[in-house]
C-alpha cells in the first residue's frame, strides 16, 4: 500500500472539519504537560470544539484551496487545530484562557468566519463575548428602556388616581 493511500483519509477527515467549521486556530502545544493536555481537550471538547494534532503536511494539504489556506504560513513545528463547528470564537476564547495558566501554549494564527488573523488578531478574537452571551446584554440592554418607561407610566396613572 502506498503512502498517499494511507495519508488520504486523514486528509480527508481535516477537509471535513474544513468544510463544515467556522473557525480553525492553530496553537503551538510543545511543553504542555498530560494534566494540563488533558484538562484543554477537556474543556474544547465541552463547547463543541474539536481540537486534533495533525502532521503539518495533512493540514496543509486539507487547507489547500480553502479560507484556510492563509494558515499554511505557521505550519512549522508542533500545531493543534482547534475546529469551532457552532460559535465562531469558542475555540480561541477556551485557547486564550486556558493559555493564562499554560504559559506553553501559544497562539500561531487561524481564521473566523473567512478573515485570516495573526498571533495578535486571534488574542483580540479570544475577548468577544459568546453569542449567547451577547444576545443576553442586548435583551437586557432593550429590556432598561422599557421597564423604566413602565415605572414611569404606573407613576403617572398613581398620580392622576
Not at 498517499?4 to 502545544?29: F, N, R, S
Not at 502532521?55 to 513545528?77: D, I, S
Not at 437586557?140 to 418607561?149: C, D, E, K, T
Amino acid at each position: 500500500m502506498a503512502k498517499v493511500e494511507l495519508k488520504q483519509p486523514v486528509v480527508d477527515e481535516i477537509k471535513g472539519y474544513v468544510k463544515d467549521a467556522k473557525t480553525a486556530v492553530l496553537v503551538d502545544y510543545r511543553g504542555l504537560t498530560v494534566a494540563e493536555d488533558t484538562e484543554l481537550r477537556k474543556k474544547l471538547r465541552e463547547a463543541g470544539v474539536v481540537y486534533k494534532v495533525y502532521k503539518n503536511t495533512m493540514l496543509n494539504r486539507a487547507f489547500e484551496g480553502t479560507e484556510y489556506e492563509a494558515l499554511a504560513k505557521h505550519l512549522e513545528g508542533p500545531t493543534a487545530v482547534a475546529f469551532g463547528m457552532d460559535d465562531a470564537t469558542a475555540p480561541a476564547r477556551i485557547l486564550n484562557d486556558c493559555a493564562k495558566n499554560m504559559p506553553k501554549l501559544e497562539f500561531k494564527g487561524g481564521v473566523v468566519e473567512g478573515a485570516y488573523y495573526d498571533e495578535k488578531g486571534i488574542k483580540v478574537i479570544a475577548t468577544i463575548p459568546s453569542r449567547e452571551v451577547l444576545l443576553s446584554r442586548l435583551l437586557g440592554s432593550l429590556q432598561s428602556p422599557i421597564a423604566n418607561f413602565a415605572r414611569v407610566l404606573k407613576q403617572i396613572a398613581e398620580k392622576s388616581a
